[in-house]
């Protein structure tokens, strides 16, 4: 193989695109030649450095916050894939995956996807059916009596308040605080009004198996936006063992709004459960 | 109640978990890249995971779900620039360097990595989304034609003129002249 040859394939053969026979070729040319030698490793340190420095580079890295808010809004929007759209090759790449992620970590990541899902599946049923259409089979108890019925955090959250009790679109005003439960799943249910729009504040125990990696990272009490879910736009956070849950119709930045004024109360209450 | 460890959504959300997931930094790496502001970025990233998970079923195992995702990125970012109307600026980025090309100075010993995403930057931007996909990506040169829309040749041709930009930049200690907006579209005169 001549140099002129060499330099013509170079680009392809730094970047791994062209057959071994001409692998081999151009191996047996550079051995002699030490001018195509350089231009190849020049190559070489070329793509290495951009390599480096993209993935390296602090400005182009995704927030943590933001990889948590993504997976669980994914999650969220799993549920709304259709079984229709589920071929045949999705779950022979579920059936393949599961086959190759040996061990425990998977399948608890996977109970854990499913035990979200639930959380987040019941939290908007009983807005709806509690807040809204008041269908619950069972009625909503005062906190106290949960409280004296099953301890834990009833009690302390019978006082809890909006930080603010004035946003950016009016007053947010709280109508209701009591237990409730929907779907077997019981709730500290604080319900909220604000722009005429009724709010919920949801929150229960978080029964899933483990958590994830990121939640360690952005903390306690730090606001997931779980974008919207069936009807209504959601929010979470997590204060110990519990899962906090914002519920309305309210659209986004409204929710957001919502949420942010009570984070605090409802993570500082629950901190002193 | 469902039992939600039989629901078809948590199987398709566990194999989405296992296979897609995964790429999402990187994915938001080339989305900041190109869209130069964090909320836009997420935006594009948010869209084309979605987007992905919608259409799940039509990823074949086994193949590259990489290059898959950037595809679908690359789709929506093309969709987004069109409607911001910012490929009307027509500029051919061979004329720019065509002259040039025929001297390629060494490549310098010692790049920091500041130096080498000014260098990227400076170049035009069909050169970049090239070398991004082919170095940092490590996509094919079939993924990435598809993923652009273009002929295997122009990827090529492409390349070799973009990595000639990128080392006369670095030699030049920055930009390759001042930024512009470059068509999207192909490229005269390139090899297809």
Known sequence: MECREVRQLADAYVSDQVLVETVEAIGAHLEGCRSCRAEIEGLRRVRASVRSAVQGAPDLAMRSEFAAALAQRLQVEATRVAPADTSRRVWLALAASTLLAVGLGFGLQRRSSMAWVALVDDAAGDHQNCAITFKLSEAPIPLTDAANRYGGIYRQLEGVEPSTAALSGGSLQVLDRHSCVYDGRRFVHIVLRYKATTASVLVTADTRPGRWPWEARTGEGALSDLGVSGNYTMASFLVGRQVAFVVSSLDHDDVQEVAQAMTGPVSRALAGA | ?192
């Open chain 2, 1 to 192: 109640m469902v039992d939600r460890e039989q629901d078809t959504s948590g199987g398709v959300w566990a194999a989405f978990e296992a296979e897609a997931l995964p790429h999402a930094d990187r994915l938001f790496r080339l989305a900041m890249w190109w869209e130069r502001d964090r909320r836009e970025a997420e935006d594009l990233v948010q869209d084309t995971l979605v987007q992905a998970l919608k259409s799940f079923h039509r990823f074949t195992p086994g193949t590259n779900c990489r290059a898959w995702l950037v595809t679908i990125l690359q789709h929506l970012r093309s969709n987004r620039r069109r409607a911001r109307h910012r490929d009307l600026i027509v500029e051919d980025p061979n004329d720019r360097i065509a002259d040039t090309v025929p001297f390629v100075p060494a490549v310098p010993q010692h790049i920091t990595d500041e130096d080498m995403l000014a260098a990227l930057r400076g170049i035009p931007e069909p050169y970049q989304d090239i070398i991004l996909l082919c170095d940092v990506e490590d996509l094919s040169y079939k993924e990435i034609a598809q993923a652009l829309a273009v002929p295997m040749g122009t990827v090529m041709s492409r390349l070799h003129r973009g990595r000639a930009a990128l080392r006369k930049a670095l030699a030049a200690g920055g930009a390759f002249g001042a930024e512009r907006q470059i068509p999207r579209d192909g490229v005269s005169g390139e090899a297809g």
